[in-house]
């Protein structure tokens, strides 16, 4: 029996590590499947159709054993495509995301390192830039604690909802009118709903 392979829904998705809408039986005896969606590399990705792969699933999975690829399956008429990897390959990301997720909770929580990664992902998410300062630094640590609880348990949607949520905020810092708008204090609250 080879390696046991774990799949995952969206190719989309997959790269936010968000949850499997489906189940899918595995093509093959001693299969896993899978409720995680793991991160790929798109270098080591081969792309094919789900009917090829159908085809073809001894010889695809054999293939994407000895070269270590991942496969991604593209279905017709809109629906997800699925991630295919070893199951090697999916601990392997797990372990480096629990690893890495750690130390990012470990930065964020040392006051003299906070202000230089929350200054690092500015850089690296250009819309951070329009946080306030303290939002900077509330977003990092919010970010930090909140992949690492994701990693613990192997599902990220909370992850990237809370991306979004910021970025969502950095959007109204980025019109100032707006901001004001909504920062500054209601006169009379309304009794009726508008």
Not at 65 to 70: F, G, I, L, N, T
Not at 155 to 165: G, H, Q, T, V
Not at 172 to 191: C, K, M, Y
């Amino acid at each position: 029996m080879g390696p046991a392979v774990a799949f995952s829904a969206d190719a989309h998705h997959a790269s936010y590590c968000g949850e499997v809408r489906g189940i899918w039986r595995a093509a093959r005896p001693g299969a896993v499947v899978s409720t995680q969606v793991v991160a790929y590399a798109g270098p080591m990705a081969k792309t094919l159709p789900m009917s090829r792969f159908i085809q073809n699933y001894n010889q695809h999975l054999a293939e994407a054993e000895r070269s270590d690829d991942v496969l991604v399956l593209q279905q017709r008429a809109g629906r997800p495509s699925w991630v295919l990897e070893t199951e090697g390959r999916v601990r392997a990301t797990s372990e480096a995301t629990e690893f890495l997720s750690a130390a990012l909770a470990a930065l964020v929580h040392d006051e003299t390192l906070v202000d230089r990664f929350a200054a690092a992902l500015a850089a690296a998410l250009p819309w951070v830039a329009f946080l306030p300062e303290r939002d900077r630094e509330a977003f990092a640590a919010e970010a930090a604690d909140t992949l690492r609880a994701c990693a613990s348990i192997g599902r990220f949607s909370a992850f990237a909802d809370l991306i979004e949520d910021w970025r969502n905020t950095a959007e109204v810092w980025s019109d100032p009118a707006l901001a004001a708008s909504l920062a500054s204090e209601v006169p009379e609250p309304l009794d009726q709903p508008v």
